[in-house]
């Protein structure tokens, strides 16, 4: 017994008509008996009464209706099953990395828009440093990553120019200072400091020494951290004080306020500069449509940096 056989069986029990049956299956009469005689061989019964009128079901033959009915339900049940992953399988596909602020600020509104406008493409994201990020894409585990962009940049990659994010100052929210609209470095620099280590966030390290270098101050250096989630947690648990990126504070934690920082006129420090990056001279056509509607929106996203 094969499942062409039930199929067959199915069409001539349903008809009562070998002829119909056989047209419904768009095979020959002869064919159809063929197969339905060696139905009723394999199971060693009569499934069929004929006369020279009429064909009706015997008692096996209503039996195994229902049976067969079941059994191909459930191998179409596992056929369709199978073509969905099929086609899940061949789903495209954009593998985008962010640094943790580019991941609170600009990638929500990105995504919103990119999926509107593309919704047959799957987004998979991953939060990580500028530093893990670039090697990433240049072994192929990411199509596209937003970074700040190195001081020396590899040939291999092309780097598109975003915005430039303001600092703010994160404090605990009772601090004497936070009710302030705008802070001043003088006002902060005698405050413990909660610095990013250089070896793994070299921008944030820098902006903040390059800010109090600039205004002839010496920061009060407590903590060093790698991650921001830990410097702003630090913060709440009133370590100290820190100079972030300002879409930093649109990380949901409580016992921070976020300050923005006053600095002197034509000061050529307090930003930090964010970029698009992707391996150069490779084709994406998944890639490209991000960085269209990216370039489209991007006074919209820009805003609040």
Known sequence: MDLHQLRCFIAAAEELHFGKAAQRLQMLPSALGRHIKLLEEDLATQL????????????????????????????ETVEQSFRRRARAGTVRRLRVGAIDSAAAGLLPPLLHDFRARHPEIAVQLSEEKTIRLL????????????????????KRLEFRPLVDETAVVALPQRHALAARKFISLG?????????????????SHDLTMKLFEQAGLTPEVAQLADEKQTIVHLVAAR???????????????????????????????????????WLRGSRDPARDAMLSILEARLPNYARGA
Do not use: N
């Open 48 to 75: 069929f009464a004929r006369t020279t009128r009429a064909v009706s079901l015997t008692e096996q033959g209503t039996a195994l209706l229902r049976d067969a009915r079941a059994i191909l339900s459930r191998v």
């Open 187 to 203: 006002e902060i620099a005698d405050q413990p400091l909660i610095v990013p280590d250089r070896r793994s966030r070299p921008h």
């Open 135 to 154: 090697p990433k894409i240049l072994s192929g585990a990411l199509d596209l990553a937003f970074v700040r962009p190195p001081e020396r940049t590899d």
């Open 239 to 277: 370590l100290g004080v820190a100079i972030v990126p300002r879409w930093t504070s649109r990380l949901a934690i409580s016992g921070v306020r976020f300050v923005p920082l006053r600095l002197k006129r034509g000061s050529s420090v307090g930003r930090l500069p964010l970029a698009a990056a």
